[in-house]
């Protein structure tokens, strides 16, 4: 398979370096026809654009032929000239630095190149117009031409840069959007040292842990820190503070899914996890309540409520089937 890959990696550079080529072969040919045209036919072809240019100009289009004239021959001409040297050889430059990167180096060494050779093809293509009728060399031709060679070449590794950011980013977002996020919630004793037997699943995805507060829970925080978030602690010996506590906890859980947004919520019970399930059951998540293996012939108060909406209920002992008729039975967590 590697040897496979390999030879294929091999033929996707062969043939992106032969396209390169070619392209940059098409370029070099198109200088050579302009630099080859004698100076009357090099006037006319850019007349041609001048005279386009300056009717659909507001400011010129209005000047008289004697204006347009002069506008033409002392403004507009040696600005089209140049501005056509450095444009094809900013695109020379951009090519060549296509077929540099199909090569390993620095980024300096790229450019360097590019720029090197499309300044030497710049210097050839100057030396053959001194031998075309009306045609001359200029050093500040080959400077110019240089200029957008460089040019070119900046933009294309900025295309490059831009390109493999973006890349860069769905990438990430792939691999963000395959990770499961699971959230795991229960009150503190028993029901957590229960949720803490999946410790096994953390490894495979991304996970975060909720619990009630309390002080033999601190230690947690070191372990777990950003992946654990905490909600207030209440007993029903206490009534009015226990529903007080119960509403608050509602507002806490909401704060907490929004934060996280989990694909799944997995819980031992009990009322801590009640109102993060309703949650989740509302806005999309799937849940798995998993009935405590503390109760073996009678039901839980977390496990009436959530047995209606959980997408998995479980069953840590056989005779809770009897009870829970659609419940999984897979035995315990232990």
């Known amino acids: 398979m590697k040897k496979e890959r390999g030879k294929s990696e091999e033929m996707k550079i062969i043939i992106q370096r032969t396209i390169w080529i070619i392209l940059i072969i098409i370029n070099c040919v198109t200088i050579f026809q302009f630099s080859n045209q004698n100076a009357i036919i090099s006037s006319n072809t850019s007349g041609k654009v001048i005279d386009w240019l300056i009717d659909i100009i507001p400011f010129t289009s209005q000047l008289e032929e004697k204006e347009k004239a ?28 296509g077929l540099a990167c199909t090569y390993n180096g620095t980024f300096y060494q ?11 093809y710049a210097m050839s293509d100057e030396f053959h117009q001194l031998f075309i009728s ?4 200029q050093i500040t031709d080959v ?7 460089l040019t070119g ?30 959230l795991f919630i229960s009150s503190t004793g028993g029901h957590f040292n229960e949720l803490m037997q999946l410790k096994p699943l953390f490894q495979k995805c991304t996970y975060h842990i909720v619990t009630e507060t309390s002080p033999a829970m601190e230690h947690l925080k070191q372990e777990y820190g950003k992946n654990l978030d905490f909600l207030a602690y209440g007993t029903k010996k206490t009534p009015l503070r226990y529903i007080g506590i119960l509403f608050i906890n509602c507002f806490k859980s909401l704060w907490i899914y929004l934060k996280f ?6 819980t031992t019970g009990t009322h801590t996890a009640g109102p993060m399930c309703c949650i989740a059951k509302i806005l999309g ?3 798995i309540y998993i009935e405590t293996f503390a109760n073996r012939n009678t039901k839980t108060q977390a496990g009436r409520l959530l047995y209606y909406i959980a997408d998995v209920f479980i069953v840590q002992w056989e005779e809770m089937l009897n009870i829970y008729p659609k419940a999984i039975y897979l035995g315990g967590v232990y």
């Open 110 to 120: 790229k450019i360097l190149c590019s720029v090197l050779l499309a300044c030497l």
């Open 143 to 149: 400077l110019i031409d240089t200029a957008g060679a």
């Open 134 to 137: 009306g045609r001359s060399g």
């Open 261 to 266: 947004r989990p694909q799944i919520v997995i």
């Open 153 to 182: 070449a900046i933009i294309f590794m900025l295309i490059i840069k831009y390109y493999r950011r973006i890349t860069k980013k769905q990438v990430e977002r792939k691999k963000l959007e395959k990770s499961t996020k699971l």
């Open 285 to 287: 998540s799937k849940i």
């Open 70 to 97: 002069r506008v033409k021959e002392e403004i507009m001409q040696p600005i089209i000239r140049k501005l056509a040297h450095f444009s094809i050889y900013a695109l020379l430059g951009f090519l060549i630095m």
